[in-house]
């Protein structure tokens, strides 16, 4: 291999860079979390499991990731609930409608979840649910809609119809070819697009800001009003967990399904 | 030969529940919202638009849409600085170890914002990691303070936004075939010129993506004003926030959602128009 | 080697195992099929031959009920199936690419329309072996689709589609995908299933030597029409019209007038190429002397000779041997066309060679329409 010429080992240099860049933040959290010193200092004066320990006494941590993945959970099914079959419609329906409708049912993504958050906060409270979990279900099930739909449009639209005409004149009714060819089929999409919508609403705190109360709090909103009042490693710690809780999440989807099933069909 | 009526399956009655779902819980509320931003108390006087008058004319609000907008192209542009190399060498260079660097670059997403911010913080303190270090080495005598200044809230917002930038270039630079920078380096030119003007002209596509994405997500941030500017950054986003928090005047809040929305919109309108052209369906 | 009766239970009903009639069908104002009448004979495999985009694979998606006809009606073994479902229909298909389904095993995709049917777990997988033998694939249940070769998967897709017992094969371009070799043994092998079976199969193909080497009555179409239907010998013999005769392999079309007959239901005639050369014709429907006519005369049937009266006069251009057969190119004077003639021995001819064609009585047929 011939010697890479300047602009070529500076770009080299670049990546390293950028890579550095990226994981620098993430991974000092990850070590200030062992920290046991009850400041950020560095040098850390050594290593203990002290706010681990501490993130588990402190309740409103613990019930608040509750909430958040319980949330998080129920949005994502309840939006794949409501997305999977609109998905399947629009994917093959040549209707001049139908480009229209799929921009609507994306459209959530584009919106500032602030002002979402918002508007749907007078909203709920003018239809008395206020604060309270089926606030945050109804909001989080609006943003996970897209995420949904967006896969679940490209999975299906990569399947080719011969198989369920196949499937027809083998004697499925319309009933039999979803449940045993066209959901077999699209599921990659329809668990990516959820996965997805359950990773944003873990961390979507915008969203979740204004339908705060002492037993709707989301982890985000916790750890929030924690760092105002707080600056110790117990949030590092507690990040970590839920950084550990989304890799946990993503690694079990790709022994379950396998991570390249989730692009290929 | 392909047919151009597929079998269809579902029934376009199957859209009914989501879309009636998001009319009830989407449309109607950010409609509401409009409705909201006119003054209640007929006695400040002003008209329907008093709020909106307020935003462009009182020189404090003035400055926060100017700052907002400061920050939003600042970001979009050391973003696609920052973002550009990187997509064109993951399509060009990275071989085998694309993965690996895909997986960087969509890595930090596993992460909750807060989580990234507070690294920042870590980093940036008068007593973090960077000042220590550079402590070490005898660069500097004095610690000095990086965090709560305007230059942490732009690393914090580029580390957030970046990605997005990479992964909308990336997508489009998949597409240009190798072959037409082989040609035109075969014709004479070299890699750089090459670069000017072949490949980048071809990418517009990708970079006009990621520059409304990283400026329309930009718009939407607070928690990095909020986390780690110490009060010297205010955007719209931010002040949303606050209103929110403090004075809770609803209807000035509703009209600041509202002109963030119709950016937002602008921006959703003018991606759908370069998707179109493109000849993506969405 | 048993013989199965097909199943479905059309033997007890009246009527053909699938009829059309009067169907027709538009798509977006342009008339894809013409008012089509076509009945299929128990047990034969009927080929639907013409060029790409002439209406066969509607014909067949109609049959099968993907699509609903504008107007006519379409009957499956007696019953009038025109507003039902594609399930409901009973039929079995084949696809071009075979559409086996990527997530099942071969045994999967093989057992599916008895699965659909509830069929029980013992007679499933009897049924499922049985298939498989039948397509020699004994063993492959727990394959994947994706570690098959495209012949393998050709043979589970018609496995799959016999499982059921339908009472008739749909089959559209089975072998378009497979390369020359793999498609010849095909041909034989899946001809060979199909007699064993004695099901009724409609065969799609735009390939003339295979309609004519698998099937037992071809319907050559174009333009949303079915022109001829026939034995092979008969639409390659007696082609009716200039289209058939040239669709179905080479053709020399002479201009030509009946001049007398020439014994029982033979008429000469008179080349308006060249009026001095004569031959003979057959045709079952009397001619009158004077009457213009069109002739189709396969190369094979041509013969070269010396250029003696009344044969007609051409001049060698070239010729190319063809594995089993030489094939001249000749030019007649007064024939715009090029004329082609096959023997199977090489003939004592030079290049630019002046010689004289002939063809026996049987050789040449009057088309129904002009040249
Ligand atoms: N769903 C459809 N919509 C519009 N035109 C169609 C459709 N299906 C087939 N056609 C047209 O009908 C004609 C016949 O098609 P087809 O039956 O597939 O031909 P073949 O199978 O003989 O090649 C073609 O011109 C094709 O473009
Ligand atoms: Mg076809």
């Given at each position: 291999m011939k010697r890479p010429s300047l602009p070529v080992a500076l770009l080299f240099g670049y990546m390293a860079l950028f890579l550095l860049f990226i994981m620098l933040p993430i991974a000092v959290v990850v070590v200030v979390s062992f920290s046991s010193s009850s400041y950020i200092v560095f040098p850390m004066p050594g290593l203990s499991w002290r706010w681990y320990r501490h993130i588990v006494e402190y309740r409103p941590f613990m019930t608040s990731l509750a909430t958040s993945i319980e949330l998080a959970l129920a949005s994502a099914t309840l939006g794949a609930l409501l997305s999977v079959p609109a998905a399947l419609a629009l994917a093959r329906s040549r209707h001049k409608l139908a480009g229209l409708l799929a921009n609507l049912l994306l459209a959530p993504i584009s919106v500032p979840a602030i002002v979402l958050g918002f508007a749907l906060l007078?909203?709920?409270?003018?239809?008395?649910?206020?604060?309270?979990?089926?606030?945050?279900?109804?909001?989080?099930?609006?943003?996970?809609?897209?995420?949904?739909?967006?896969?679940?449009?490209?999975?299906?639209?990569?399947?080719?119809?011969?198989?369920?005409?196949?499937?027809?004149?083998?004697?499925?009714?319309?009933?039999?070819?979803?449940?045993?060819?066209?959901?077999?089929?699209?599921?990659?999409?329809?668990?990516?697009?959820?996965?997805?919508?359950?990773?944003?609403?873990?961390?979507?705190?915008?969203?979740?800001?204004?339908?705060?109360?002492?037993?709707?709090?989301?982890?985000?909103?916790?750890?929030?009003?924690?760092?105002?009042?707080?600056?110790?490693?117990?949030?590092?710690?507690?990040?970590?967990?839920?950084?550990?809780?989304?890799?946990?999440?993503?690694?079990?989807?790709?022994?379950?399904?396998?991570?390249?099933?989730?692009?290929?069909? | 030969m392909r047919r151009v009526r597929p079998y269809r399956l579902a029934r376009p009655s199957w859209c009914v529940p989501v879309i009636a779902y998001l009319l009830v819980f989407f449309v109607i509320p950010l409609i509401a919202n409009l409705l909201r931003s006119r003054p209640v108390d007929a006695a400040i006087g002003?008209?329907?638009?008093?709020?909106?008058?307020?935003?462009?004319?009182?020189?404090?609000?003035?400055?926060?849409?100017?700052?907002?907008?400061?920050?939003?192209?600042?970001?979009?542009?050391?973003?696609?600085?920052?973002?550009?190399?990187?997509?064109?060498?993951?399509?060009?260079?990275?071989?085998?170890?694309?993965?690996?660097?895909?997986f960087c670059v969509v890595a930090?997403?596993?992460?909750?914002?807060?989580?990234?911010?507070?690294?920042?913080?870590?980093?940036?303190?008068?007593?973090?990691?960077?000042?220590?270090?550079?402590l070490d080495w005898g660069l500097i005598t004095r610690p000095f303070e990086l965090a709560d200044q305007p230059i942490a809230v732009y690393i914090g917002l580029v580390h957030v936004l970046v990605p997005f930038m990479v992964l909308s270039i990336n997508a489009v630079l998949q597409g240009i075939d190798v072959q037409l920078e082989d040609s035109a380096r075969v014709l004479g030119a070299g890699r750089l010129r090459t670069f000017w003007h072949v490949t980048l002209p071809l990418s517009v596509d990708g970079i006009a993506t990621g520059c409304i994405l990283v400026f329309v997500l930009t718009n939407g941030s607070f928690l990095t004003m909020l986390l780690l500017g110490g009060g010297r950054i205010t955007t719209l986003s931010l002040l949303i926030y606050q209103q929110f928090s403090t004075t809770q005047d609803v209807g000035f809040a509703a009209a600041m959602g509202n002109v963030l929305m119709l950016v937002a919109l602008l921006g959703f309108l003018l991606q759908f128009r370069l998707l179109r052209r493109r000849g993506v369906k969405p | 080697m048993s013989v199965r009766p097909h199943g479905g239970g059309n033997n007890t009903t009246a009527g053909a195992p699938v009829e059309l009639a009067d169907v027709s069908k538009s798509f977006g104002g342009v008339q894809v099929l013409k008012p089509l009448?076509?009945?299929?004979?128990?047990?034969?495999?009927?080929?639907?031959?013409?060029?790409?985009?002439?209406?066969?694979?509607?014909?067949?998606?109609?049959?099968?009920?993907?699509?609903?006809?504008?107007?006519?009606?379409?009957?499956?073994?007696?019953?009038?199936?025109?507003?039902?479902?594609?399930?409901?229909?009973?039929?079995?298909?084949?696809?071009?690419n075979y559409s086996l389904f990527p997530h099942m095993t071969v045994g999967e995709n093989v057992a599916f329309g008895l699965r659909m049917r509830r069929t029980g777990r013992a007679e499933k997988a009897r049924r499922v072996r049985e298939m498989l033998a039948t397509v020699r694939l004994d063993g492959y249940e727990d394959r994947l689709i994706h570690q098959l070769s495209g012949g393998q998967q050709q043979r589970i897709a018609l496995a799959r589609a016999l499982a059921t017992s339908p009472s008739v094969l749909l089959l559209d371009e089975p072998l378009g995908a497979l390369d020359k070799n793999l498609r010849e043994r095909m041909q034989f092998e899946l001809r060979d299933i199909q007699r064993r079976l004695g099901i009724t199969s409609i065969l799609v193909t735009h390939d003339q030597e295979e309609a004519l080497t698998m099937s037992d009555r071809v319907a050559v179409m174009a333009h949303g029409e079915v022109l001829q239907v026939g034995r092979p010998t008969e639409v390659y013999d007696r082609p009716l019209t200039r289209f058939v005769s040239e669709f179905l392999g080479t053709a020399n079309i002479f201009a030509a007038v009946v001049t007398g007959a020439n014994g029982p239901n033979r008429w000469s005639v008179a080349l308006d190429a060249q009026p001095h050369a004569a031959g003979t014709v057959e045709s079952p429907a009397a001619l009158a002397p004077g009457q213009r006519v069109t002739l189709a005369v396969r190369p094979e049937r041509l013969s070269l000779?010396?250029?003696?009266?009344?044969?007609?006069?051409?001049?060698?251009?070239?010729?190319?041997?063809?594995?089993?057969?030489?094939?001249?190119?000749?030019?007649?004077?007064?024939?715009?066309?090029?004329?082609?003639?096959?023997?199977?021995?090489?003939?004592?001819v030079a290049a630019d060679a002046a010689v004289g064609l002939s063809w026996e009585p049987g050789g040449a047929v009057i088309l129904q329409d002009t040249a």
């Open positions: 007078y909203f709920l409270s003018a239809l008395s649910l206020g604060l309270s979990f089926t606030s945050l279900l109804i909001a989080h099930t609006v943003a996970a809609i897209p995420y949904v739909v967006r896969t679940v449009l490209a999975t299906y639209r990569a399947v080719p119809s011969d198989l369920e005409e196949s499937a027809s004149i083998l004697g499925a009714s319309r009933g039999q070819i979803l449940l045993h060819v066209t959901l077999p089929l699209v599921r990659p999409g329809v668990f990516a697009g959820a996965m997805f919508a359950v990773l944003t609403s873990l961390d979507n705190l915008p969203l979740s800001y204004f339908f705060g109360s002492a037993t709707t709090n989301t982890l985000p909103v916790v750890m929030l009003s924690y760092m105002e009042n707080q600056f110790d490693p117990s949030i590092a710690a507690i990040s970590t967990v839920q950084m550990l809780i989304a890799l946990a999440t993503l690694l079990l989807l790709d022994r379950v399904y396998g991570i390249e099933r989730l692009t290929a069909v | 002003g008209g329907p638009f008093f709020y909106y008058v307020k935003l462009l004319t009182d020189p404090y609000y003035a400055g926060v849409l100017l700052e907002t907008t400061k920050v939003a192209l600042i970001t979009t542009f050391v973003c696609l600085l920052v973002g550009y190399p990187v997509a064109y060498f993951m399509v060009r260079f990275a071989g085998r170890w694309n993965a690996l660097i895909v930090p997403l596993l992460t909750s914002i807060i989580m990234r911010t507070f690294g920042w913080r870590v980093l940036l303190a008068r007593r973090g990691v960077l000042n220590a270090w550079l | 009448r076509l009945a299929l004979v128990p047990g034969e495999m009927l080929a639907l031959l013409g060029p790409s985009g002439c209406g066969k694979t509607t014909t067949l998606r109609l049959i099968a009920g993907f699509e609903a006809p504008d107007t006519g009606s379409i009957r499956v073994a007696g019953r009038d199936v025109t507003g039902l479902p594609p399930n409901k229909r009973g039929l079995g298909m084949v696809f071009q000779g010396p250029p003696t009266d009344g044969t007609v006069r051409a001049t060698v251009r070239d010729v190319v041997f063809r594995g089993t057969y030489f094939a001249y190119e000749l030019t007649a004077s007064g024939q715009p066309q090029p004329v082609f003639a096959y023997t199977q021995l090489r003939q004592p």
